[in-house]
């Protein structure tokens, strides 16, 4: 397949999966997989770096954020509080903050927030849309880097009082490659911030039309993403499924820690693959898939 890879697990390995869909939002080719031995959702086959970079800095824009080229400007409105409640929730002081660095910032909602919280801070961002890196350059953050695969992190170790990873994670080729990234960014009294879809609460929303994305590499529950932590030795200072700013939303908030065997347990698959299943039963109906051909021309 053109453009397409496969791979194996990211957390346990394994190649034993279960084929959940082919298509999700937009019509895009969506191969959402659960693996059997660990429970963690992803796309296999997916597309190559390349084809995922080519969609990042020249498509990603006009699917989901198309306001980047109209006139009316970015709206500035308090969308990302409760990212900042949840972190004052946990005891963050802005007296603590130096260096804040957000890892996939878009167009900078969330730190033109906490530039107004914490003014004093040095903000840095990672970042592959060209039209969002210039937004926040005339922000005053610093880019990093366009690509979080890249190796930044080796000329940034320990430099971070606070890392920003708000619905990111489940865009990445390697979540535990990744947050070992983050690990060795953090100051050792340094936190990160951690959100991603809960895959066990997605409410009413449609997983073939909205849930399931071809930029949605992973899909993770609270099992996964603590497998995740874990392999890549983090800390879990606190984790919710949701809460009164946003039931669908896991969210975790981290710290340095140390690499820890996991235990595998196959209810955590088949906990994730009765909720998809009972999801999915309703929208593969006639009715369902004749709405979707007339809108993507597929099935």
Not at 65 to 88: A, C, D, F, H, M
Not at 212 to 226: E, G, I
């Amino acid at each position: 397949m053109k453009d397409f890879e496969f791979v194996s697990c990211a957390v346990c390995g394994s190649d034993d999966t279960d084929k959940i869909c082919d298509r999700g939002q937009f019509g895009l080719p969506t191969h959402v997989v659960l693996c059997k031995t660990c429970g963690l959702g992803y796309l296999n086959p997916r597309w190559t770096k390349d084809r995922y970079i080519h969609f990042y800095t020249e498509e990603y824009d006009k699917y989901y954020r198309p306001e980047v080229y109209t006139n009316k400007g970015i709206s500035r409105v308090n969308y990302y509080l409760p990212l900042y409640k949840r972190l004052q929730h946990h005891g963050l002081s802005p007296n603590d903050v130096t260096s804040v660095l957000d890892i996939g910032s878009g167009d900078g909602n969330n730190l033109n927030y906490l530039i107004q919280q914490i003014p004093k801070a040095t903000y840095y961002a990672i970042e592959p849309s060209a039209q969002c890196r210039e937004t926040l350059s005339g922000m005053g953050v610093n880019i990093l880097g366009t690509d979080v695969d890249i190796n930044f992190h080796k000329d940034f170790e320990s430099a971070f009082d606070l890392v920003i990873m708000r619905h990111v994670l489940e865009h990445f080729a390697d979540p535990v490659d990744a947050m070992c990234k983050v690990r060795h960014i953090l100051k050792d009294d340094g936190i990160a911030y951690v959100a991603v879809p809960n895959n066990l609460k997605f409410g009413n929303s449609k997983l073939l039309d909205n849930w399931f994305r071809v930029v949605h590499t992973y899909y993770f529950n609270v099992h996964s993403l603590q497998h995740v932590f874990a392999k890549a030795g983090i800390e879990v200072l606190d984790i919710q499924e949701g809460d009164q700013h946003n039931q669908r939303e896991l969210f975790a908030i981290i710290r340095k820690g140390k690499t820890s065997d996991v235990t595998y347990t196959p209810n955590h698959y088949t906990q994730q693959k009765a909720l998809f299943d009972k999801k999915l039963k309703g929208e593969r109906g006639l009715l369902q898939k004749l709405k979707r051909w007339v809108k993507y021309r597929v099935l």
